[in-house]
């Protein structure tokens, strides 16, 4: 078993599908009051798309309380967001019971872990070593009628798709003299300045390739890879096509992975926050997405910005607006989706900021170049992340050289041996947006005799969240009448139940719809009242009598008041 009789995991290594299911299946064994295990859909290709529920059930059903949606994986290749999610699931049932934090954490709120969202993606990125943006549903990206004809391949049959160097006396690399297995751009390879430098006399020049041959015949060589579908722009808010927005698929929720993402949020209004993992670059993505920044609400943008500080002040590392441009910007993701229909403020940590983040600097100078690169993977981690450069008889290019950096682990991911620190790093800032989430309190209920058998209820609700009922200004748009009502709200407004048990109810309504309630923080303090006061009047029936409050707010969980007896 991947997991321990402790319940520990060896986090220091990449899970297949098909082991992070082992792993999960464990789980729900070693843990059965803390986790439910269910699968929402099935991939492309079958396997099942598990979402791990994680809350102490004695103290509740995770629907009844707020709770945080975590996953990884979207992106093929991108494996770091998947072992992100498992560690913090490991995280919280092995620290539940004995560790203070995570214990109230899972008492009062609630986690949907979803580790693998692209399963089958995962598995041709990381048993195969493929590249491919998302899912593999063939797609014909050089528009020559046929789909994945032409994707690159291991010809040297190491185990790694790396690249290939070929002589040319007027090509864009050079091998460095310092080290010759290093290439460097030639200035004028039309790369970025700072990526460029001068050929050094005497240094030999190539043409560089990913690994592979002209499968279709077309003079060109892994133009039509596996895939080309990018499952995070084929969600529904502001999705376009193609011409638009390369990857966004056919029409939107085309892929059974994004069509059961949207179902299952949509189906647990209890969701209050989104971690939506990615790699790399060591940052997080925070709204606006998928629309010009001029149209996004400026009272939830400063919210956002709040939220987005502890992330910076955790981890050492900085918050960027998705989009930033007015027209030149992506569609249809998901945090846009999740913002624009839902209220629901989602968030994209790009995990890994690259071979600085685990490369000694030997030289001291503040930054790590290839050249220390090539040093601590021969000294610390045996030359692992490295294929050496050996000829290779090419149909189509003659003789090559074949070798280079395994990229998926060196910068797209960190070597699995640094891959728990990653995942570690995270934890702090997911917790701290749990807590942020809206949570309703109960007091009362008061009853005072009125004569003649009758009895005034008194209740008061109050919001002890720091985030409104409604989570954003977003969540408490609506319908407005001429009235001022407002009707349909993007997130539901609490609501409060009155159960009579012996009585009739003479004066008010059983189910009492209130105003969104704000929250602690000093944001969005116009959505409404920290509190709401609720009166009614009953009459008892029969003795005893008793009466019971229930306050229930999709995104502040279900409160219950004790059986007061009316007397």
């Not at 960027?320 to 249809?332: F, I, L, N, V």
Request: contains cysteine; hydrophobic residues 35%; proline residues 8%.
């Amino acid at each position: 078993s991947w997991v321990a009789p402790n319940g520990s995991v060896d986090w220091n290594r990449y899970y297949t599908a098909a082991e992070t299911e082992q792993i999960l299946l464990a789980f729900h064994e070693f843990f059965p009051g803390l986790t439910e295990l269910y699968s929402i859909g099935e991939s492309l290709q079958g396997q099942s798309l598990w979402v791990m529920e994680v809350t102490s059930e004695a103290t509740g059903p995770a629907s009844e309380k707020p709770a945080l949606y975590l996953d990884g994986g979207i992106h093929a290749g991108e494996l770091t967001g998947s072992q992100v999610a498992l560690y913090v699931l490991g995280r919280l049932l092995r620290g539940y019971g004995a560790d203070p934090e995570l214990t109230s954490i899972l008492d009062e709120y609630a986690f949907y872990i979803r580790p693998k969202f692209n399963p089958d993606g995962s598995d041709l990125a990381l048993i195969h070593d493929q590249s491919l943006r998302s899912t593999p549903r063939p797609w014909d990206e050089d528009e020559d009628g046929e789909a994945d004809e032409d994707p690159p391949e291991d010809l040297d049959r190491d185990g790694w798709i790396t690249t290939m160097r070929i002589p040319d006396t007027e090509g864009g690399w050079f091998a460095d003299p310092r080290d010759d297995r290093i290439m460097v751009r030639t200035a004028g390879a039309r790369r970025l300045p700072a990526d460029e430098q001068a050929v050094p006399a005497g240094a030999s020049r190539y043409r560089v390739l990913a690994e592979g041959i002209d499968n279709d015949e077309d003079g060109r060589i892994n133009e039509d890879g596996f895939g080309g579908i990018d499952m995070n722009r084929n969600f529904p808010r502001n999705w376009e096509r193609v011409h638009l927005q390369s990857g966004a698929g056919p029409f939107p929720l085309s892929e059974p992975e994004t069509y059961a993402t949207v179902q299952f949020l949509q189906a647990h209004p209890n969701i209050t926050s989104i971690v939506h993992g990615h790699t790399s670059g060591g940052f997080v993505y925070r709204l606006p997405s998928a629309s010009a920044p001029s149209l996004f609400p400026q009272n939830d943008l400063a919210l956002i910005e709040h939220l987005g500080i502890p992330y910076t002040e955790t981890t050492g590392r900085p918050v960027r607006p998705s989009a930033t441009h007015p027209t030149q910007h992506r569609y249809g993701t998901l945090m846009s989706w999740a913002y624009w229909d839902q209220g629901v403020i989602g968030w994209v940590p790009e995990y890994s900021p690259g071979p600085r983040a685990w490369v000694t600097d030997y030289d001291g100078d503040g930054s790590v170049d290839e050249l220390e690169q090539m040093r601590f993977n021969d000294e610390e981690l045996g030359g692992r992340y490295f294929s050496p450069w050996v000829t290779f008889q090419h149909p189509d290019l003659g003789e090559v050289e074949i070798g280079g950096w395994h990229r998926k682990f060196w910068g797209q991911n960190p070597p699995a041996e640094f891959l728990e620190e990653e995942c570690a790093a995270q934890l702090p800032w997911i917790l701290y947006l749990i807590r942020q989430a809206p949570k309703l309190a109960l007091e009362g209920p008061v009853v005072t005799s009125l004569g003649d058998g009758r009895f005034r209820i008194r209740t008061t609700v109050t919001n002890e969240g720091f985030l409104p009922t409604s989570l954003t200004g977003r969540g408490a748009v609506g319908q407005e009448l001429p009235s001022g009502e407002v009707r349909n709200p993007v997130v539901r407004p609490p609501v409060l139940l009155l159960t009579v048990d012996g009585g009739e109810l003479v004066q008010g309504n059983r189910r009492v719809e209130l105003d969104h309630l704000r929250g602690t923080g000093p944001f969005l303090t116009e959505i409404g009242e920290l509190a709401e006061t609720v009166e009614w009047v009953v009459r008892a029936e029969t003795s005893p009598a008793f009466v019971q409050i229930t306050a229930q707010s999709d995104k502040a969980g279900v409160v219950r008041s004790q059986r007061v007896e009316l007397q």
